[in-house]
Each structure stands twice: as structure tokens, then as C-alpha cells.
């Protein structure tokens, strides 16, 4: 039987699609067995099923089936940054590259730093977005009591910049931050970077090479010092308040001894790292200079390596992206003047199966922190593991397919990526959005399957 032609899906609601002989990883395991997709929901998961009469197929031999990924850190730039991304162009490159739902963050234009910010940034992305979508409250100096009236299910979470990044977002008031963790009803989630130490750097930067500074001092100025001791004082701060705590995109050695390696259901402290600190090193920044500008900084080989080290152990339980799209323009400039960011979210799981063919990490293991964690420690409703009953929300992967990016496959606004001419082991052969299709045969279908994503989790 010939598999479904995508193209003759667009804009059609499937009620039913059976996804024969896949390779289905999830929950730890990797078995053969056949997906039957009941409108949004999946409806069995079964060996054997037979077509039910007007059901459309899909022939997944070879291939790999996985829950969607749950990135639980982006920056889509919307509202008020979107020359740089908007919740439609990059939700849209997400979903082609295997993400089904999405976190963004609150340093857009308004910032998202009230309640009535959040509603109207919900309102904003209603049928616009391709994949699932939640938004965070962003902490300040000064909004803890709209933090105190957030109710479960408002926010994905509250956002703090222990440390200052884009956007002038720094919570660094000692009084502010103790509030913080005492009183947010929902996990707190935190940028660790100790910005007093980065200035003394740049200071020092800058006496010593003026404003053309190496791109290779940025993990030097952006120090592992400066990132141990920010999140030190989140993990103190998260144990005296029995705090809810989920540190972003870790990048260093040292601050790996802060994580136990329990099991997430045993532990109020979590930890992130991001595809491109597990991908890159500073042995890039001659290379692609301020094209892997970001913060926190790529540091060392041995802190790529430390990382991988602690994802494998379980002391790193989430892997995200920290997607932060800027324009060519703006980053073609000198070290202080290009902003920090890159876009990743098209080819964030096409290098986790890189790291899989290199045999860095396992499928099953990626397939846990890009999709069951963040569905376990965001306690997102019924996405992130592949069961009866739950929201189909699927990829197919082809691990025999490269896939090569290039100028003209490019989908984020900004039109560029640090992966241009690398040849990925893997493709994204199919994403499946509650029940639809939106991205197969190397295309997006167009369909708009995105819808605000639940949250159960309270502190
Ligand atoms: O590199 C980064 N870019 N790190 C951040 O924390 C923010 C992000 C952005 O918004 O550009």
C-alpha cells in the first residue's frame, strides 16, 4: 500500500491515520509496533492493527517514532522584536525540525512581566502557532506580587535572569530573589550567570584588546566562575525555600557537582543543558565567531564532554534549545555590539541523532530529557509520551537519511544557522501535531496545529 501524499492533506483535518511498522522509543524502550491516530489523540498502539475503513496510512519501516520534543526554552521574539522571529515563522521551522510544543520566553517587547502581559501574548498566538505553545512570567526587580497572584496553568513557569543577558530583564535585588523563591506558586526557572564577575571581565577585555575583543575570549569573559557562582546561589536559595527549581542551559564542569543524579520524581532541583553546548567547544569561535555568541558562553572541550557526562548520569534532565534568533546584520558586528542568541530549533534533534550515531548518548535517553522530562517537571497535560489516550503528538525519524543544511532549507526568519553546510546522519521525515500532519516530504503542510499547551504542575 502506497504511503499518504502529504501534500494532499493540507489544510485537512485527519480523523484517523495508522502509522505501520515503526520503531516506536518511548518510555525507555525501542519496539516495533503500529500507531493508530484517533483525530487529536492517539488510539492505540498495538502490533498488527489493520486500516480502519477511511483511514489514511503511513509506512514508518526503518524509521524511528518518538514523542514530539518539548523545548522548553525559546526566544520567538514576539511581541515587538520581529524582524529578528515571530511565533509563526519559527514555530513553524520548530515543528519541521521534530518539535511539537514550545516555552517561550519573556524578554520580548512589552516584556511578559504581568499578568495581563501573558493574557495578551496568549492572545497574540492563538491560531497562529504550528506547534503547542506556553509562555513564561518574567521576574524583575519589581513584580513579585503579579508573581504571587500567578495561578497553575498561567505560566510554564516564572523566568528569572540571575544574570544579564538580551533584554534588560536582571533580577538581582538579594531581597527580590528571596521573595522569589519563597512565594512563586509555580517552578522557577533561572539564567545563571554572576553579572558583577562578567563586568570586571569585560572591563579587563577591553584594557587589553580595546572594542575588537577575540570572539574566544567570550568564554573567558562570560567565565565558568561566573556561572558557578550564580547558580550556586539559585541551588541555596531554591533548599532554604523548598523552591521549585529549573537552571537553564548549564554550560560547565563545575557546576555539575550541584545536581544529584536521583531520578527527576525525587528531586525539586533540575537541571538543563542545550543542544549547541553539547554540540560545540571554543575550538569554534575562530571558525564562526559571533555566529555562536551566546550566553551562557560555549566553553572547553572538557566542559562539552563534563556535560554529556551528566546528561548520560542523570544530573542533566532536560535538553532544550535557547533558540534566540538574531539578523545577520546584527550579529556581523564586534564582540560587545553582536548580540548573544542562534538559531537552532529546525536542527536541535537532528544533532541529538548525530550524538546518537556517535554513540555520545542513546536514542531512548534522548527521547527521555527531550520529551518525557519536560512533560514530568513542567507537568504539561497529556503530551511528551507516546500513550493511549495522550495528544498525538509524533515524529517520524529516518536515521538512514541525511540531511544537509543549506542556504535553501533554511525556515527560521532570520535565515541563517550555525550548521550551514554540515551533513546531519538523520532526517525529519514526518511531525505530527495533535493528530495533523504538518511537516512531511521535506515540506510543511501549512496546517496550524499549535494549541496552548496545559500545566499541572504547582510548587
Ligand atoms: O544567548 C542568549 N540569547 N542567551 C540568553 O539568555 C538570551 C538570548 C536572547 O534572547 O537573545
Not at 85 to 102: Q, R
Amino acid at each position: 500500500m502506497d504511503s499518504v501524499h502529504f501534500s494532499r492533506l493540507k489544510d485537512s483535518f485527519l480523523s484517523k491515520l495508522l502509522i505501520t511498522n515503526a520503531r516506536l522509543v518511548n518510555e525507555g524502550q525501542v519496539r516495533d509496533v503500529d500507531v493508530l491516530i484517533d483525530g487529536d489523540r492517539i488510539g492505540r498502539i498495538e502490533s498488527g492493527l489493520s486500516l480502519p475503513r477511511g483511514a489514511e496510512l503511513v509506512d514508518a519501516a526503518g524509521k524511528y517514532l518518538l514523542p514530539g520534543m518539548i523545548d522548553d526554552q525559546v526566544h520567538f521574539r514576539e511581541p515587538g522584536m520581529t524582524h529578528k522571529g515571530d511565533l509563526e515563522t519559527e514555530s513553524a521551522a520548530a515543528a519541521a525540525g521534530g518539535i511539537t510544543s514550545f516555552m517561550d520566553m519573556p524578554n520580548v517587547n512589552p516584556q511578559t512581566t504581568t499578568r495581563d502581559a501573558l493574557r495578551d501574548k496568549y492572545a497574540v498566538a492563538a491560531n497562529r502557532c504550528t506547534a503547542n505553545y506556553g509562555f513564561y512570567l518574567g521576574a524583575t526587580n519589581g513584580n513579585i506580587e503579579e508573581v504571587k497572584a500567578l495561578e497553575v496553568g498561567e505560566a510554564c513557569g516564572v523566568k528569572a535572569f540571575m544574570g544579564a543577558s538580551t533584554g534588560d530583564m536582571l533580577v538581582d535585588d538579594p531581597e527580590v530573589l528571596d521573595s522569589l523563591f519563597e512565594h512563586s506558586p509555580i517552578m522557577v526557572v533561572t539564567h545563571c550567570e554572576h553579572s558583577p564577575t562578567i563586568w570586571d571581565n569585560e572591563r579587563r577585555a577591553r584594557e587589553r584588546f580595546g572594542e575588537d575583543v577575540p570572539l574566544s575570549e567570550h568564554p573567558r569573559i562570560r567565565s565558568a566562575e561566573a556561572c558557578l557562582m550564580s547558580s550556586s546561589m539559585a541551588v541555596d536559595l531554591a533548599r532554604r525555600h523548598d523552591a521549585l527549581l529549573h537552571i537553564l542551559h548549564l554550560t560547565t564542569a563545575i557546576e555539575m557537582p550541584l545536581f544529584s543524579s536521583a531520578h527527576r520524581s525525587e528531586k525539586r532541583i533540575t537541571a538543563e543543558v542545550c543542544v549547541h553546548h553539547l554540540w560545540f567547544d571554543e575550538t569554534r569561535y575562530e571558525e564562526l565567531g559571533t555566529r555562536i555568541k551566546c550566553n551562557p558562553a560555549i566553553k572547553s572541550a572538557e566542559d562539552r564532554k563534563a556535560l554529556l557526562a551528566a546528561l548520560n548520569e542523570g544530573r542533566i534532565d532536560i535538553i532544550a534549545t535557547d533558540h534566540a534568533p538574531h539578523t545577520v546584520q546584527e550579529k556581523s558586528a564586534t564582540y560587545f555590539k553582536a548580540p548573544a542568541g542562534l538559531p537552532l530549533v529546525q536542527h536541535a534533534m537532528l544533532t541529538l541523532f548525530d550524538l546518537v550515531a556517535q554513540g555520545e548518548i542513546s536514542v531512548e535517553l534522548l527521547v527521555d530529557r527531550v520529551s518525557h522530562a519536560p512533560s514530568d517537571l513542567f507537568g504539561v497535560k497529556d503530551r511528551g509520551y507516546v500513550r493511549e489516550g495522550w495528544f498525538a503528538d509524533l515524529v517520524i525519524v529516518d536515521p538512514a537519511a541525511p540531511y544537509k543544511v543549506s542556504e535553501s532549507n533554511l525556515l527560521c526568519k532570520c535565515q541563517w544557522s550555525p550548521f550551514e553546510g554540515h551533513e546531519f546522519s538523520a532526517s525529519i521525515d514526518t511531525t505530527i501535531i495533535n493528530g495533523e500532519v504538518v511537516y512531511g516530504d521535506g515540506v510543511l503542510t501549512g496546517a496550524i496545529a499549535g494549541r496552548r499547551l496545559e500545566f499541572e504542575r504547582a510548587r
